[in-house]
């Protein structure tokens, strides 16, 4: 059997990035993984959050997510 061609979504970027309803593109900051303790509570918790990717790498994300805008 042969694969049908077609534009393919970059899978590891689909798990890393989200395009939110108005087209920004939303990820999840580094760092929540371990060594925790040394880092505030303040720190922590601004880590929870997903943040809003800067728009000079918003083009590269969008064309590796073909299916999502």
Do not use: C, E, W
């Amino acid at each position: 059997m042969r694969r049908p061609k077609g534009i393919k979504t970059r899978k590891a970027v689909a798990k890393r990035f989200k395009i939110s309803a108005t087209g920004k593109v939303l990820f999840r900051g580094a760092g929540k993984r371990h060594l925790l303790v040394g880092k505030s509570a303040k720190r922590r918790r601004a880590l929870r959050k997903t943040s809003v990717l800067k728009a000079t790498d918003v083009y590269r994300i969008k064309q590796n997510l073909p299916f999502s805008h």
